[in-house]
């Protein structure tokens, strides 16, 4: 078996191929792609997986190219949706399309020393110079109406399943556009492969056609499976259905971790393999040891690491371990203090807060701060007896009544985290 695709199969990231794949990929350096549509100004964990299939084939040897979907980007990808797109305008959309090249590149090797290294390529920069008129008689011809009426995403959307609108002729067309992506990539890259999701099956193989009776050449295709939870549910989103993205502002490094130490022990052990490059061995090793000790969560810790490091960085991954154990109490003043504002309000999502002038912070009576300044107690009275019984925490440490708020003991340079007993919390703002 060729070992980039043996590499897929024991990591349960292989759905299907065309016949003669494996020995293509046997012969020589083949050049594959997958294609990203810029829908947002940040791919999101959705993306992880092609992304990580474009990496373990540089890593097996072979050339991977990223397309981004400047062109396709503008019709939408009706594979998997019941509903057409909203259209992006010209502009959004470039700003999309560059946001995008700055992420993938980050994930693989685009030294262009090597033989295999990676590139990036924008679909708009060959569209844009064929016409319509062009594209109908010299690509349309060659695919019939009845081809692509049998493809998957076609039949669901044109039968009504799954609630679908029907189909516009404009993404009907996407899999014709995607096909002529294939053919010219295979006629100036020469390249023979194309890959993506498992809903992708149909486009794809609409291109290795074109391919077939435009030039009489031969391409490939190959799937992954789309990833779903262990329990079906769909992955990637948060309760409240939000997406979890890859740019650092939209979604925080520390959230981003916390999504990953959350998982289920079997979503654990199905991502340890999706979402990391450990070796076969050190996940088995892992497996085992979290099985005998499920409570400790290793394998949990160990996926949100690595993940959270190849996506963001190790200092990243640091500072959202820091915020989990704040959250947890196993932390420090110093700890707490240092944390930016966005990662402070993202731990204590949902505290009640007060702003208050920075002057009126400063020098502060504590008696007078967590009562009447602040309200987070309701008098002076209540605050001395909360103080006397050692019940009282600035910032996760114990206080007494001659305690004095200084700019040191301010998080981010303008908040202090209050605390009665264990779970009461209070956020003062000096402002």
Known sequence: MNAFIEELKWRGLFADMMPGTEEQLNKEMTTAYIGFDPTADSLHIGSLIPIKVLAHYQQHGHKPIALVGGATGMIGDPSGKSNERNALDEETLNHYVECLKGQLSRFLNFDGTEANSAELVNNYDWMKEISFLDFIRDIGKNITVNYMMAKESVKKRITGEGGAEGMSFTEFSYQLLQGYDFLHLYKTKNIKLQMGGSDQWGNITTGTELIRRKVQGEAFALTVPLITKADGSKFGKSEAGENYWLDAKRTSPYKFYQFWVNATDADAERFIK?????????????????????????????????????????????????????????????DLVNLDEATFLEVFEGVPQKEISKAEVLGSNVIDLISEKSGFLKSKGEAKRELTGNAISINKEKVSETFEVSEKDLIDGKFLLLQKGKKNYFIVKGV
């Open 274 to 334: 999706f979402y990391t490059f450990l070796s076969k061995e050190e996940i088995e090793a892992l497996i085992a040891e979290h099985q005998t000790a499920p409570h400790e969560r290793k394998l949990q810790k160990k996926l949100a690491e690595e993940v959270t490091v190849w996506v963001h960085s190790r200092e990243e991954f640091e500072k959202a371990v820091k915020a989990s154990e704040i959250l947890f109490g196993r932390s420090t003043a110093e």
